[in-house]
């Protein structure tokens, strides 16, 4: 029983059967003895009124009211005269909370916990409260495997009716699951069944990964992931009997025993559709993906009638509901299946709320959503225009509900909330990168400037290797339909000495761009540019490779072209921050047409494809193909050549070394005419930190191509490592240590390897 409420029931009692006064009107009511309590509080509570009849039963209810309260831990009822005096003596109040021993919690949470049942800095000290509070905290420390926490907990008086809350922790150490027993499994292997479950016994991995941990939460999401695993193989009538959990005296061994009953697997004899088929049975029978004569799965039943329901829900029955209905045949193993359909009333939308966008404006939002407002309701529509929302960029997170209108049976609405992310970045300052040194940069860009959803940058790098400054600016909806436009001014110097080779290139140009949507997650860019580029390699040493001055004595110091781009790019990422699925592919081709001084192309590909393999645990795999060549008689520039190596090629070599070098400076690399790069990598969140920090292994393979350096005589170079990118406030950062595996006698490596403002 509630301590203050026992207390306030025996002070009732004892009132009652001390005072037995006479019942008198009150003519008068003092408050004594509050100090922080206001009395017009104490006046609001008390049930009795100046010029009303005060009486035994009167006097008891003012005890029992104030004690309800909470305020109060004494209440005394005075009378002298008529005047009725209440005289009270206030709870403390909590002037401090600390704790000592805590390390499995941050102390921050634990305050905010506190606070929420009422034990919290100048709230009104309750024992009783104080001690749910102490419970609470226990049991979180039992769901984390710490069953040998002790906690004391310190009430320290200090003037002016104060307390001082004191929790001395002290946690022990984390019980570990030293055995799982499986009983009743014959059908399927038990180390099958505990491969499955997320509770497990200690492992080399179990630092990271905190399985070998009980809880009642994980037992219980076990306990339906071994249900599932039999029913996706027919165990209709599995069952699990019962779980035992022991754990040793010492509190740091914990043994799990599963009792199961297994049965016999099902076979489907017949898959039948009923109910409201608004649509050809046809169109409902290809959506049907178990099929009479295979084992019963319930993942796949679930599937096809989930299958059933997004068919309705494209065609505008938002509240359609679809149910198997099962009929088993015990003694042969059957099971028939009726599928009942209902696809209830066709709903369409009433209106599409957007919230959350601060900054950015509402008609940017708008223009990437599909569903329309006043059109029926498209379940496909809605989840493309999560999709396109989130991959603009701007928003760290974007949830889509589709509630139906209140009163209505025919009605939705679209509630789109976005919590903003900063997409501005302005830096001044220096940086490091493993191969061009110590880089002086400033920039300021905006991808979403003042909300509009353009994007305007300026960009400054003074490093060793290259020096840019350029514009860019893009505007995603030139046009009401999707058509972008963008245009570019650069300003860019290539000075590779640093890489072994004896030249100098400066070029500035401009450009401008258009974008043209061809379907959801496909797009088509059309570019004219103008480019002008200057060579120096005076004066010609040993060190200077005779392709390039042949190169410059052939079409001169100073080259003017004409390229224009055709590109394709796919992007069905379902995030462009952190990626689980999906993908991206682009292709592109460069032209320099004739009219000018230079006429040749390059041609790309890049396919990038993100499969989530576990939870947080995601395989990335990345090919990076690239071709070109000289037209009418002429070679590729050398300066158009395509390098291989390094991060974001193949981590482990030094950057742009693999390939081709020259016969006489061994050290010059000169880059080819061809390109593959292959690249697989797993992403994990790092253990403790959010996911804008991903780590994993890698293998990485690729190489450079010429008419004489071919991938059948040098094939491609090789390498595995460990990498981690990190989303950082001042931008994206890169770490690789690579190990190459079959590296020639005269390829530079280089095994650790950072970059900034680069993801792979």
Do not use: C
């Amino acid at each position: 029983m509630n301590k203050s409420l026992l207390t306030g029931l025996l002070a009732t009692l004892f009132a009652a059967g001390a005072m037995a006064m006479e019942p008198f009107t009150v003519a008068d009511i003092r408050v004594e003895g509050i100090q922080r309590v206001e009395a017009g509080t104490v006046f609001s509570y008390l049930p009795v009124k100046v010029g009303e009849t005060m009486d035994d039963e009167k006097a008891a209810q003012v005890i029992k009211t104030l004690f309800a309260t909470g305020f109060f831990e004494d209440v005394r009822v005075e009378i002298n005269g008529d005047v009725l005096i209440v005289v009270v003596h206030e709870r403390p109040a909590i002037a401090q909370i600390d704790f000592v021993g805590l390390k499995e919690f941050d102390k921050e949470q634990l305050l905010k916990g506190l606070k929420e049942v009422g034990i919290a800095v100048s709230r009104t000290f309750d024992r009783a409260t104080l001690e749910k509070a102490e419970q609470e905290l226990k049991r979180q420390y039992l769901s984390r495997g710490r069953y040998a926490v002790t906690i004391t907990t310190t009430i320290t008086p200090l003037d002016r009716n104060r307390v001082a809350i004191n929790f001395n922790v002290d946690e022990g150490d984390t019980a570990k699951i030293r055995e799982i027993n499986i009983v009743g499994a014959h059908a399927i292997k038990e180390k099958d069944l505990l491969s499955v479950m997320e509770l497990k016994t200690p492992s080399w991995i179990s630092w990271y990964t905190k399985s070998d941990q009980y809880s009642k939460q994980k037992l219980a999401a076990d306990l339906e992931t071994l249900r599932s695993y039999y029913l996706d193989r027919g165990f209709l009538e599995f069952n699990i009997e019962s779980t035992q959990v022991s754990i040793s005296p010492d509190k740091k061994d914990i043994y799990l025993t599963i009792s199961i009953k297994e049965g016999e697997p099902y076979l489907v004899s017949s898959v039948k559709l009923a109910g409201d088929l608004i649509l050809p049975e046809e169109e409902f029978r290809e959506s049907v993906k178990i099929k009479p004569g295979n084992v019963f799965s319930r993942k796949i039943l679930n599937e096809s009638t989930k299958s059933i329901a997004d068919k309705l829900g494209a065609q505008g029955y938002a509240f359609a509901n679809v149910n198997a209905a099962p009929e088993l045949d015990q003694e042969k193993h059957l099971v028939a299946f009726t599928i009942f359909v209902d696809p209830g009333k066709r709903a369409y939308v009433r209106r599409i709320n957007i919230t959350g966008n601060t900054k950015t404006r509402d008609e940017v939002i708008r223009q990437e959503v599909r569903q329309m407002e006043g059109a029926w309701y498209d379940a496909n529509r809605v989840v493309k225009s999560r999709e396109r929302i989130d991959r603009t960029g701007y928003f760290g997170e974007v949830n889509v509900e589709t509630p139906p209108v209140p009163g209505t049976i025919d009605q939705v609405d679209v509630n789109i909330n976005v919590a903003e992310k900063s997409t501005g970045n302005i830096s001044l300052g220096a940086g490091y990168s493993s191969s061009e040194k110590v880089i002086l940069s400033g920039s300021i860009s905006q991808s979403n400037i003042f909300g509009s959803g353009k994007y305007l940058a300026l960009q400054l790098n003074t490093g060793k290797l290259n020096r840019t400054l350029g514009i860019n600016y893009t505007n995603p909806y030139f046009t009401v339909d999707g058509i972008s436009q963008g245009f570019d001014l650069y300003y860019r110097t290539l000075n590779p000495t640093s890489l072994g080779y004896e030249f100098q290139s400066t070029s500035y140009g401009g450009g401008i761009r258009f974008g043209y949507p061809l379907t959801e997650v496909d797009s088509l860019t059309f570019g004219l540019a103008i480019d002008q580029t200057n060579i120096d390699i005076t004066p010609v040493t040993l060190a200077t490779p005779i392709q390039y001055i042949q190169f410059q004595a052939q079409n001169g110091d100073s080259n003017l072209t004409l390229p224009t781009t055709l590109g394709w790019a796919r992007d069905t990422r379902d995030s462009a921050i952190y990626p689980t699925k999906g993908g991206t592919q682009r292709a592109g081709l460069e032209v320099a047409i004739p009219g000018a001084d230079l006429t040749f192309y390059r041609a790309s590909y890049q396919n990038q494809h993100y499969f989530e393999l576990v939870k947080d645990l995601v395989l990335m795999l990345n090919v990076d193909l690239g071709y070109g060549d000289g037209l009418s008689g002429q070679t590729l520039p050398f300066y158009k050549n395509f390098y291989a190596g390094g991060v974001g090629s193949v981590r482990g070599y030094d950057t742009a070394s693999l390939g081709p070098v020259d016969p006489l400076y061994p050290d010059t690399r000169l880059g080819g005419t061809r390109k593959a790069v292959f690249n697989s990598e797993i992403l994990m969140p790092f253990p403790g930190i959010d996911k804008s920090f991903r780590f994993g292994p890698f293998f990485d393979a690729g190489n450079v191509f010429t008419d004489n350096y071919t991938y059948a005589e040098e094939g491609l170079r090789t390498s595995v490592g460990l990498a981690a990118a990190w989303i950082s406030p001042l931008g994206p950062l890169k770490f690789s240590y690579g190990q190459p595996i079959n590296e020639q006698s005269n390829d530079k490596l280089q095994k650790f390897q950072f970059q900034f403002g680069t993801t792979f």
